[in-house]
């Protein structure tokens, strides 16, 4: 059996839609996946959300393991 140096492939990302609060103090934001009608208000202090764009894992279509990562 051979072992091959195989290194670790980086989880690949690509630049992700997202929102992110307004808010200083706060870095609550959200992928754009759901196609709001308007900006969103941040769940956590209700300042006005701002779009931004962020490199983020690409997200696959098929769930075929769930990982337990928290
Ligand atoms: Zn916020």
Partial sequence: MYFSKK???PIEEEETDVWTCSNDGC???MRDNFSFDTSPSCP???SEMVKDTRM???LTNHNNHKKAST
């Fill in 56 to 58: 983020l894992p690409i």
């Fill in 7 to 9: 290194a670790i492939v």
């Fill in 44 to 46: 956590f202090c209700q």
């Fill in 27 to 29: 870095t609550c934001w």
